[in-house]
């Protein structure tokens, strides 16, 4: 259900003209539909109705309070990694019994934050969390619930960057020393182990890893209640992949189908932690041209938005598929070879590589597609550039979920300096 459509030759998001959007709210802008994130949620809930599911939207995928509360609205809960996240999700709405709190380095003011808020559990990644959580809760009186999660060694056959389940990435506990941390969990009064869980990587377009994944923590929970622990929940993280330009990623359908077949043997309820496949196709990155360079090589097409607003091509070497806002019949003998770059003083600073392309002209819009997932989230004010604003589209209206920084916001916590 994509909501980005050409209308009387320019796009349109929903209902809402992006060239009157520019006009009005400036570049770089990052704009998202509500429709197609709503429909998004209500499309994973139905997949997973037949079985006892909680999602756990992953913040760090898009934490912006607005597009938080609709997804925490749709019965979601938070997968989330800081205290500052955890924050978020509490500001906008997620319930606390519904957050789970990940991370290989939690800080012992997270901890006792979560603590606190009486989250649902931690997922213990590493040995040392056993003492220090049990600690923490003993201080203050709590019981904490946790889950371990294990390190399969299963190749998600995805970018080596976003590969979270080998053996060779720092997550998780490795099945081998899942004996002592056992032990190391039932000697301490302050932690109750609830739970199982595993994530084994990111943008998965093969659900093969992931089946696997699910079969092999379906017999350690058996392995593991058969020692007396009360397990309640399986955790099967998230990292269902999407489209960016050819992928043909699996259905949300087949997706349950495949978790469930692998785990309702366990009469375990089942958590998932969906980030990308909520968000990413939601929003797009909305820049204008700045003026274009020729060189002997190529064109580069100058414009506002930089690595700072979108990081991914240059962390990732990820493929985002870029058009212009007004559309033309051009043909594909006028399309000349393009780089589209953006003005930070860095040869890495490319929103795309390689692209044939019509030349367009100085001023000039560009949309930047699928920039729900880990744009505005991962983005910087690296070369003191404002980060961009997040305006969110419902129907013909829109809100400004996040203003745009001014260049005296940069420096307004380092004037003391000046003194």
């Keep these: 259900m994509d909501q980005f459509q050409v209308k009387a030759g320019r796009y349109f998001c929903e209902a809402v003209d992006l060239t009157q959007l520019a006009k009005t709210e400036g570049t770089p802008a990052y704009v998202y539909s509500r429709a197609m994130l709503r429909h998004h949620c209500e499309s994973l809930r139905a997949a997973f109705q037949g079985y006892p599911t909680q999602a756990c939207f992953a913040v760090k995928a898009l934490s912006n309070l607005s597009v938080l509360k609709e997804i925490f609205g749709c019965g979601f809960g938070a997968d989330l990694v800081s205290a500052g996240e955890l924050e978020r999700a509490l500001l906008?709405?997620?319930?606390?019994?519904?957050i789970v709190f990940s991370g290989v380095g939690k800080q012992a003011h997270e901890i006792e934050r979560a603590l606190n808020a009486n989250i649902m559990m931690f997922n213990i990644e590493s040995p040392f969390e056993v003492e220090m959580i049990a600690t923490l809760a003993k201080t203050m009186g709590k019981v904490a619930a946790v889950s371990i999660r294990v390190n399969p060694n299963i190749d998600a056959q995805t970018n080596a960057k976003i590969t979270t389940g080998l053996y060779s990435t720092k997550f998780g506990i490795a099945e081998h020393d899942l004996p002592a941390l056992l032990d190391a969990i039932?000697?301490?009064?302050?932690?109750?182990?609830?739970?199982?869980?595993?994530h084994i990587g990111s943008q998965i377009l093969d659900l093969n890893p992931l089946r696997d994944a699910a079969r092999q923590m379906a017999g350690l929970c058996q392995s593991v209640r058969q020692l007396g622990f009360e397990l309640k929940h399986i955790d099967m993280g998230g990292g269902l992949g999407i489209r960016y330009r050819h992928e043909d990623p699996p259905s949300v359908q087949s997706y349950a189908a495949t978790l469930i077949d692998e785990i309702k043997s366990t009469g375990l309820s089942l958590i998932i932690e969906p980030g990308r496949s909520l968000v990413g196709n939601i929003g797009i990155l909305l820049t204008?041209?700045?003026?274009?360079?020729?060189?002997?090589?190529?064109?580069?097409?100058?414009?506002?938005?930089?690595?700072?607003?979108?990081?991914?091509?240059?962390?990732?070497?990820s493929y985002h598929t870029i058009e212009g806002v007004v559309t033309s019949p051009a043909?594909?003998?006028?399309?000349?070879?393009?780089d589209i770059v953006g003005p930070i003083c860095e040869s890495g600073d490319y929103l795309g590589k390689d692209r044939l392309m019509t030349l367009p002209n100085p001023g000039d819009l560009l949309m930047v597609r699928g920039c729900g997932a880990y744009a505005a989230s991962m983005a910087s004010q690296y070369n003191s550039r404002p980060r961009a604003p997040e305006l969110l589209v419902d129907g013909g209206a829109y809100k400004v979920a996040r203003k745009r920084e001014t260049l005296a916001s940069l420096w307004a916590d380092e004037n003391d300096g000046l003194g």
């Design 92 to 98: 906008a709405g997620a319930p606390a019994d519904k």
């Design 186 to 198: 039932r000697r301490q009064p302050g932690l109750k182990l609830v739970a199982l869980g595993c």
């Design 288 to 317: 204008r041209v700045i003026n274009v360079k020729k060189t002997p090589d190529r064109h580069f097409v100058v414009v506002d938005a930089a690595m700072n607003d979108l990081v991914r091509p240059t962390l990732y070497e």
């Design 331 to 338: 043909h594909v003998s006028e399309r000349s070879l393009c």
